[in-house]
Each structure stands twice: as C-alpha cells, then as structure tokens.
C-alpha cells in the first residue's frame, strides 16, 4: 500500500456517460497530480492541484475537470466519454514542501469505455 | 514545449546483460527523476537528480544527469528476471514555477531472459 488511494480500480461505461474518479493523496501531502497511460503510452500530465488549489495544467480535454477538496482528496470528472478516453488514469501525491522527493502513485483506475 | 523523449522504447537482454535507457529534453531541467513501473503496478520512485553532471548509485543501478541539464541515463549492471518492468524518466522544467509538476519520458520497458 503506498498511501495514495484510488478508488474505483476498474470501471466500465458507455460512450457519452460521465465518471468520477478519487484519489486520497498520502497523508499530509498538499500536492495531488493527474495522469493518463494509454495502452503502450507514457505518462501524460493531466492536472496538479496544491492544498485545494489548482497549480498546473497539461494537455486535459475541456471534456475534464477535477477539483481537491478542503480534506485534500481529489477528484476528476470525465464526461461525454468516447472509446478513446479508455486508459489507466493515475493519481500521485508528493510533499515537496517538507522536502521530500518523488511522487507516489497509487494502483490507478482502469477505465474502459464501450 | 515541454517534452522528454527517451529511447529505446523497448529492450530484450539476457540475465546478466547490461542495460541503459537514455532521456532527452530540448530544453534545460530543473531535475530528472527515475520511476520503475512493474506489469500490472504503478510506477515507484527511484532517484532525483539535481545537480549539472550528477552521478548517483543504488547497488546494480547507475543514474547521471547530463552537463547541460538536458539529458540522462539510467545504466542497469548485470540485469536479473526482478529488473523486468517500465522505466521512466521524468523531467521538472525551469520557469514553471517550482509547482513540482513532472513531464514524464515515453518510458523503456525491459525484458529479462533468465
């Protein structure tokens, strides 16, 4: 367990529905981070939020939003959903403010679109 | 635009083989960290390096960052069947102001032949 959770770890849904995906970050980090892995895909930047506040954005669809709540979970909403949106979608927390480096990972949300 | 390449993108070695997966970035990093993701698993962190030149050593792994801030590599010594897997580099890019947000590199993904 690496103190990041994600929730659900598989979903199913049609094309044109909307999903929400959550993510309770570590305890204590501000920091919470989205990403999207394709099948044979990297990593692709999604959006970070730090202490309820978004920081940075990457390459997210209009069709995308996420926001982090005051107890510093985070969620994000996709809507209109096409096949292509079908991936693993990993959330990741770090604390650099304390100092501490790297991001952890959680086991991710696989969603497939039909 | 913020980009990190990283070749190749897939490598078959025997057990014992040496192994290495190279990153580049067009423009200067911050810092590159290394994250190794299992089959099925998430990714995991590794290293961070900082500095111009940087060489660090966790036993059979061997992490540089180039002179120029641009590039690095990941030397893996007498690959085992426990290297298989995916690793990333990842890049934080100057001027994005320190939000912590990594690019991460298409990644390499390893096969050990015992």
């Known amino acids: 367990d690496s103190g990041v959770t994600q929730t659900p770890k598989h979903l199913i849904t049609a094309t044109g529905q909307r999903v929400t995906l959550r993510c309770s970050p570590r305890s204590g980090d501000l920091s919470v981070y989205w990403y999207q892995q394709s099948l044979d895909q990297g990593l692709q930047f999604l959006i970070q939020?730090?202490?309820?506040?978004?920081?940075a954005k990457g390459n997210i669809l209009e069709r995308f939003s996420a926001q982090q709540f005051p107890d510093l979970h985070s969620e994000l909403n996709l809507s209109s959903l096409e096949l292509g949106d079908s991936a693993l979608y990993f959330c990741?927390?770090?604390?650099?403010?304390?100092?501490?480096?790297?991001?952890?990972f959680g086991s991710g949300t696989r969603l497939t679109v039909v | 635009g913020q980009q990190v390449m990283q070749i190749p993108q897939y490598q078959h070695v025997q057990e014992g083989e040496d192994f290495t997966t190279y990153c580049n970035s067009s423009t200067t990093l911050s810092n590159i960290q290394w994250y190794k993701q299992r089959p099925g698993g998430h990714p995991v962190f590794l290293i961070q390096?900082?500095?111009?030149?940087e060489v660090k050593k966790q036993k059979r792994l061997t992490f540089q960052f180039g002179e120029a801030k641009k590039n690095s590599s990941l030397h893996i010594t007498a690959t085992q069947t426990t290297d298989v897997g995916t690793y990333f580099c990842a890049g934080g890019f100057l001027g994005s102001g320190n939000t912590g947000k990594l690019i991460f590199g298409q990644g390499t993904t390893l096969q050990v032949k015992p």
């Open positions: 939020y730090y202490n309820g506040e978004e920081r």
């Open positions: 390096l900082v500095k111009s030149g």
């Open positions: 990741a927390s770090s604390a650099l403010d304390r100092g501490q480096d790297g991001y952890t």
